[in-house]
């Protein structure tokens, strides 16, 4: 038997420094091989050398023992868009950003604590981080994703004038606006042919209510030349109907923007169960 003073330590794999996950990279195990002191056998020169065994496929192997990734990820690639369930995607999500761990039970607890997919990938970024499991590259990992499909969303939204995309708009503001958790204001100024000039958020309000101010509204739409606009604001409770707070202001800016020759097409309201517009509804 050799003594502990011939054994070596086998160095470290270059996968050892590969992991950018939040939490502490886990420690392989460390081996010793015995340094015999026997005379080695004599090489062969002629024999052929027996390559290395690349490395990755091994460290893929260790992280995926089942093969459980590697089958979600065949799924993602070639089974269409909802191959996958949502807490598989947020579990392959997390998997990218925290490579080593099985990150299942985190995708699971997320999604219970926010209710949807949708609102775990609109969370905010510090409650993300804080939540068990999570870190700050967790959850920009998340964040990458809500902030890819807003823009996402909204260029499809004004590549076109917006009365010919009004489904495309109408996407882009649910993406943008219905899991906010305070009521938000914005307004859509648009030129003689319905193309976004600007997209202005004028203010945010509280749960109940938000404040807009139709001089405000009126003398942005001067400046940057609007022929019309559209408001936008969001109900955080989930519930798009119109309240009689929102239909009187509707109509103060209308009959306003009229002494200016500025139409108001309509007032969208958007919330968690779907969207309203005023003008659908004869209010504007």
Same mark, same amino acid.
Not at 106 to 117: F, I, N
Not at 154 to 165: F, G, I, K, N, Y
Not at 259 to 267: E, G, W
């Given at each position: 038997?050799?003594?502990?003073? *011939?054994?070596?330590?086998?160095?470290?794999?270059?996968?050892?420094?590969?992991? @950018?996950?939040?939490?502490? +990279?886990?420690?392989?195990?460390?081996?010793?091989?015995?340094?015999?002191?026997?005379?080695?056998?004599?090489?062969?020169?002629?024999?052929?050398?027996? +390559?290395?065994?690349?490395?990755?496929?091994?460290?893929?192997?260790?992280?995926?023992?089942?093969? /459980?990734?590697?089958?979600?990820?065949?799924?993602?690639?070639?089974?269409?868009?909802?191959?996958?369930?949502? /807490? !598989?995607?947020? !579990?392959?999500?997390?998997?990218?950003?925290?490579?080593? $761990?099985?990150?299942?039970?985190?995708? $699971?607890?997320?999604?219970?604590?926010?209710?949807?997919?949708?609102?775990?990938?609109?969370?905010?970024?510090?409650?993300?981080?804080?939540?068990?499991?999570?870190?700050?590259? *967790?959850?920009?990992?998340?964040?990458? %994703?809500?902030?890819? #499909?807003?823009?996402?969303?909204?260029?499809?939204?004004? !590549?076109? +004038?917006?009365?010919?995309?009004?489904?495309?708009?109408?996407?882009?503001?649910?993406?943008?606006?219905? /899991?906010?958790? %305070?009521?938000?204001?914005?307004?859509?100024?648009? @030129?003689?042919?319905? $193309?976004?000039?600007?997209? !202005?958020?004028?203010?945010?309000g509280s749960l109940d209510e938000a404040a807009i101010h139709p001089r405000e %509204?009126?003398? $942005?739409?001067?400046?940057?030349?609007?022929?019309?606009?559209?408001?936008?604001?969001?109900?955080?409770?989930?519930?798009?109907?119109?309240?009689? #707070?929102?239909?009187?202001?509707?109509?103060?800016?209308?009959?306003?923007?009229?002494?200016?020759?500025?139409?108001?097409?309509? /007032?969208?309201?958007?919330?968690?169960?779907?969207? %309203?517009?005023?003008? *659908?509804?004869?209010?504007?």
């Open positions: 038997m050799p003594d502990a003073s *011939s054994l070596q330590e086998v160095p470290p794999t270059p996968f050892d420094a590969l992991d @950018d996950s939040d939490a502490p +990279p886990v420690q392989p195990p460390r081996t010793t091989v015995p340094h015999h002191t026997s005379r080695p056998a004599k090489r062969n020169a002629a024999a052929p050398s027996t +390559p290395a065994p690349a490395h990755r496929p091994l460290a893929q192997a260790a992280h995926d023992p089942t093969g /459980h990734r590697a089958r979600l990820r065949q799924r993602l690639l070639h089974g269409g868009d909802d191959a996958l369930a949502d /807490h !598989e995607l947020l !579990e392959y999500l997390l998997m990218l950003a925290i490579p080593r $761990r099985d990150t299942k039970p985190v995708a $699971r607890t997320l999604l219970a604590r926010y209710g949807s997919l949708a609102a775990a990938l609109n969370a905010d970024v510090d409650a993300l981080a804080g939540h068990p499991g999570m870190g700050d590259t *967790s959850a920009a990992a998340l964040r990458i %994703v809500a902030v890819t #499909a807003r823009r996402l969303a909204r260029t499809m939204a004004t !590549e076109a +004038p917006v009365l010919s995309s009004w489904s495309a708009l109408i996407a882009y503001l649910t993406i943008d606006m219905a /899991h906010l958790t %305070v009521e938000r204001v914005r307004v859509l100024y648009l @030129d003689t042919k319905f $193309r976004l000039i600007r997209d !202005e958020h004028v203010c945010d %509204v009126l003398r $942005r739409a001067l400046d940057v030349g609007a022929a019309s606009l559209i408001i936008v604001h969001n109900h955080p409770s989930g519930s798009p109907e119109p309240s009689k #707070a929102d239909i009187q202001v509707t109509v103060r800016i209308a009959e306003a923007a009229r002494l200016l020759n500025i139409a108001v097409h309509d /007032h969208v309201i958007i919330g968690k169960e779907g969207h %309203v517009s005023l003008r *659908s509804r004869g209010l504007v």
